[in-house]
């Protein structure tokens, strides 16, 4: 797995964008970028990944610097209810993720 | 859909007790993950299954056995309980044969050793 760094926490008012940043920059070609959360010990949720190009579904969209060396999740609307640890993960194979310690995001009503 | 269940939600048990975690996913996933978080940290990996008949260790896999039933099921079984397993466990699958599918996990497993 890439190493990546993300900041221990951030706040956020609710309806506002969350932007949340991870460095990722020695991910390799091929290896993709995952983005997970994990509300109050619940299991971890998938929310959205991708190799080079942005993408978007119905939870958030994800920007992928063209060097690829790090990233951002953005929440477009935030809620009370997206206050959870966010991870972006980049693993290198099928063996396993490496959950690190993640964004603590707190939006703030 | 029920994605991945685990059972039981929570357990209680002795020092040198034994008991088995079971799982299972109706999603038709090749691979299985179990991993554990405790307190204040991220999941670390106990075992996995790439595909059914097969298993690997992960990064904590000292004190636990696996065991990959069949394609839906991986049970996780301590033998001998000691209060260093006290941990939430998750279970999670994926269509790891390709090589961009994300893993989903179940609600966890809440065990405490006493």
């Known amino acids: 797995d890439a190493k990546t760094t993300q900041p221990t926490s951030m706040d956020c008012a609710e309806g506002r964008a969350a932007n949340l940043p991870c460095n990722h920059s020695t991910i390799s070609g091929n290896e993709y970028v995952y983005w997970y959360r994990q509300i109050h010990s619940q299991g971890p949720q998938y929310i959205i990944h991708g190799l080079k190009n942005n993408e978007t579904n119905e939870m958030a969209s994800l920007i992928i610097t063209e060097d690829r060396k790090s990233s951002t999740l953005i929440l477009p609307h935030a809620t009370l209810r997206d206050t959870a640890v966010y991870y972006c993960?980049?693993?290198?194979?099928?063996?396993?993720?490496?959950f690190g310690k993640g964004t603590h995001l707190i939006i703030q009503p | 859909n029920a994605g991945v269940t685990q059972t039981p939600k929570f357990q209680v048990l002795k020092t040198g007790q034994s008991m088995t975690l079971q799982c299972a996913q109706d999603?038709?996933?090749?691979?299985m993950y179990w991993y554990r978080q405790d307190p204040g940290m991220g999941l670390r990996l106990i075992y996995y299954s790439a595909s059914e008949g097969t298993t690997d260790k992960g990064e904590v896999p000292n004190g636990y056995n696996v065991s990959r039933l069949n394609k839906r099921e991986f049970s996780l079984r301590l033998e001998s309980a000691a209060p260093s397993q006290t941990s939430v466990y998750f279970c999670a699958s994926s269509d790891a044969g390709y090589s961009n599918q994300p893993q989903h996990f179940g609600d966890g497993t809440r065990l405490s050793i006493l």
């Open positions: 999603m038709n996933h090749n691979s």
């Open positions: 993960i980049a693993p290198g194979g099928a063996d396993g993720l490496t």
